[in-house]
């Protein structure tokens, strides 16, 4: 199996937000508004860092709840996928169920707010955690899908690749008892589906029977460090950097905030809930997103 190399720092999924004494104030989204459109007239061309936040209005669900915690048992680790014909099954078998979520999934107001924002010039890039391309589909198109894209899968031996929908069929052919099985969707593809999947068929690799996975980044694996470097360069030539819908409690988005600072760039993070980013973040919204946003342009 081959080796990507020049990546970067591991996506780790341990980290958590230290206790506060009180909970955090929450903003009403015309307050917040109007401090984010004041900000984005100080910075007027921003570097845009989106996580799950921004999506759950689609109706996909998020990780973490507004303090950072775990909702859920954590999602499949990299290694583990890789090493585990069992993991494999699991994760599969439960993606019958969740991946058309994700696949059938339309874009709700925040999304089509920061196109907006891309209209405008406001934006220079939208850097999205996010795995199911509905910033594309509401019409942004300077977009990094920093964590990879749902909607390919790609063999890990002979580099094959292929429309997630093409493995989807071939599993639920092979599995056509699973079509039985009812569950709660889950993050990413997946869903909260506890059976036995010993049984499972999977899906391999049609030209070399390889490990089928999704194009996205597993908890545990590496960003490649061309498309962090590429967020990078523009986020040096922006005036700032906005963070909405992300606790950036996972290294691989929390540090854009660090190189931020670093670069002199002021942050701005608009959340439900609060973030890793409290101390280095000149402005802090804990509010409603998609209301906050359309507040924000309408002062704009």
């Not at 699991?90 to 339309?106: D, E, F, H, Q, T």
């Not at 908890?219 to 906005?242: C, E, H, N, T």
């Amino acid at each position: 199996m081959p080796v990507t190399t020049h990546r970067t720092r591991p996506f780790s999924s341990n980290q958590r937000l230290p206790e506060l004494d009180k909970p955090p104030v929450l903003h009403e989204p015309e307050q917040a508004g109007e401090l984010l459109a004041e900000f984005i007239h100080r910075y007027p061309r921003l570097l845009i860092l989106t996580g799950a936040g921004v999506s759950t209005d689609s109706g996909i669900p998020d990780y973490r709840d507004g303090e950072g915690a775990w909702k859920r048992k954590q999602p499949v680790q990299h290694l583990d996928f890789m090493e585990n014909h069992e993991t494999r099954q699991r994760y599969w078998g439960r993606s019958l169920i969740g991946w058309p979520v994700i696949r059938n999934a339309m874009p709700n107001p925040s999304h089509y707010c920061i196109a907006d924002l891309e209209l405008r010039n406001h934006s220079s890039l939208v850097v999205t955690q996010n795995v199911d391309r509905l910033h594309q589909k509401a019409g942004t198109h300077a977009v990094s899908d920093l964590h990879g894209r749902a909607d390919e899968v790609l063999c890990m031996s002979c580099g094959y690749r292929s429309p997630r929908d093409d493995v989807h069929a071939r599993c639920a052919a092979l599995n056509p008892d699973f079509r039985q099985y009812k569950a709660d969707a889950a993050p990413d593809g997946d869903a909260d589906l506890n059976v036995d999947f010993s049984d499972f068929l999977l899906a391999d690799c049609p030209q070399c029977s390889g490990i089928l996975k999704p194009d996205v980044v597993f908890f545990g694996d590496y960003v490649p460090k061309q498309r962090v470097q590429s967020a990078m360069d523009a986020l040096k030539a922006s005036d700032g950097l906005l963070v909405i819908g992300s606790s950036l409690m996972v290294f691989s988005g929390f540090r854009f905030c660090r190189y931020a600072k670093e670069f002199g760039k002021p942050i701005a993070t608009l959340n439900l809930g609060r973030t890793r980013a409290e101390e280095l973040a000149e402005l802090k919204l804990n509010a409603r997103i998609g209301e906050t946003l359309r507040a924000s342009l309408d002062q704009l």
